[in-house]
């Protein structure tokens, strides 16, 4: 039974839409009345996104908001966040709007219904997004997506994917490392050496950032990726 869902929000520079993100996220109606427990994690942001939830914060009081005094990366902030997450279950959501936070009840549904222990909501199943991402991107994606299941034993469609629903006590014992991108591999090849695990994936909407619009990550972020892959994979460490 899930009694509280802790929703974990790193942010690094999203000012522009952290503000209305979070506004989303208390708004979800949760099914079965779950509990919500949200924690937004700036990551040294250079623009007015610490000032954004400090506002949002001011208006509803059991934001959780913490912040890192080095620069650590989406992987970095969602560690800490971890830390202090008490829900049964926790989520990731990106404060970016590329993803619609009322999803998160698609991402329950399987668990709550005992189909599922992990659940990651995946932007290629029935494809319902807009098609604003690159080619490149799209193919980055499957590639990565298709080495990791070759490397950890599963059958994803989307590995990169934000949307996490994880067992809280299970991502605690994970023993996260990588403080970027990589955590992404890292977090499904740990995931991936526990057999009982039952996994499912759901389709999501997505509706992808341009880089003149914000988006942030690179190239250089896909070869941290594959490099996460080997080594929590093939060299399982």
Not at 13 to 37: A, F, H, W
Not at 48 to 69: G, T
Not at 148 to 158: A, E, M, S
Request: net charge positive.
């Amino acid at each position: 039974m899930i009694k509280k869902l802790t929703i974990i929000v790193p942010v690094f520079n999203e000012g522009k839409t952290i503000y209305e993100l979070l506004k989303k996220v208390v708004d979800i109606n949760l099914v079965n009345d779950i509990e919500k427990e949200i924690i937004a994690v700036d990551d040294c942001s250079l623009d007015n996104s610490k000032d954004e939830i400090n506002r949002f914060s001011a208006e509803h009081k059991n934001l959780i908001f913490l912040e890192n005094k080095v620069n650590l990366g989406k992987g970095g902030s969602i560690r800490a966040a971890i830390a202090e997450a008490s829900g049964e279950y926790t989520v990731i959501q990106d404060a970016d709007l590329e993803l619609n936070p009322n999803e998160i009840n698609d991402l329950l549904t399987p668990v709550l219904n005992n189909k599922a222990d992990i659940v990651y909501g995946s932007r290629f199943i029935n494809s319902k997004k807009k098609e604003k991402e690159s080619i490149l991107n799209r193919i980055a994606n499957k590639f990565l997506t298709a080495f990791g299941n070759f490397c950890f034993g599963v059958k994803l469609t989307d590995m990169q994917t934000c949307y996490k629903l994880i067992p809280t006590m299970v991502f605690k014992n994970l023993q996260l490392k990588e403080n970027r991108f990589a955590f992404d591999p890292e977090v499904t090849a740990k995931l991936a050496r526990d057999k009982s695990l039952r996994w499912k994936e759901v389709a999501i909407s997505y509706d992808p950032r341009t880089k003149e619009e914000g988006k942030k990550i690179r190239w250089r972020d896909g070869f941290r990726a594959l490099y996460s892959i080997l080594k929590y994979g093939l060299f399982k460490q």
